[in-house]
């Protein structure tokens, strides 16, 4: 008798990952897009964009809606993320950072802030970098809170409208390319935003 293959283990991130992505086609999509782009912001591992382009897939007429919405719970939940730093840095904090393995960096980061503060809030909510992780370094920093949600809101709205601007317009076609390619897309736009405020700068 031909003994059965263990069947392979799943991953606890990988069974994250499947949960998410089918709660998107759930009639309680946009709840659940609004609760992980929030939870996002301090301690989720999944990025909203999962749910973002299935959802805009799905209905292309709510693009806009999807998009606005992603934005403004992730913000919200980044000033979750800013509380955090700010008031449990020990109990909450510094494991959180400790888990994305960027707790024995933070001396590097304190550096970073006095000088490139909005710019790195900036830079993590374009690109794949972890934004929790930068939203509770801001608060353990003390970063300006006007100037880290302002950062927040533009980096988040731009990176959310522009995957859902280009579902919106190329449809399916598109979401192969925007998820193997969505970190560089996203890192080159910051590249030149920063290139265009630095030669701005210079010549004004």
């Known amino acids: 008798m ?19 992505m089918e709660k998107a ?6 709840w659940i897009l609004a609760l992980v782009a929030f939870i996002e912001s301090s301690i989720f591992p999944i990025p ?8 805009v897939l799905a209905a292309r007429r709510r693009a806009w809606m999807i998009a ?3 934005t403004v719970a992730s913000v919200l939940g980044g000033a979750l993320g800013y509380m955090i730093g700010a008031f449990l840095w020990d109990s909450v904090g510094l494991p959180v950072l400790d888990i994305y393995g960027y707790a024995e960096k933070f001396t590097v980061f304190q550096g970073w802030y006095q000088d490139w503060g909005a710019w790195i ?6 690109t794949p970098f972890p934004y929790k992780v930068v939203t509770i370094a801001s608060g353990a920093v003390h970063l300006d809170f006007i100037v880290f949600m302002v950062a927040s809101a533009l980096s988040r709205g731009l990176r959310f409208f522009l995957v859902a601007g280009l579902l919106w317009w190329f449809g399916e076609p598109i979401r192969t390319f925007i998820e193997k390619r969505l970190g560089l897309l996203t890192a080159i736009f910051f ?12 010549l004004v």
């Open 68 to 70: 606005g919405l992603c």
């Open 2 to 20: 031909t003994a059965t293959p263990p069947r392979p283990s799943i991953s606890p991130l990988r069974r994250l990952y499947d949960w998410t």
């Open 25 to 30: 086609s759930g009639p309680h999509a946009l």
């Open 48 to 55: 909203p964009d999962v749910l973002i382009i299935p959802m």
């Open 121 to 126: 809030v900036g830079g993590a909510g374009l």
């Open 191 to 202: 590249v030149l935003l920063l290139g265009g405020f630095i030669a701005l700068k210079f």
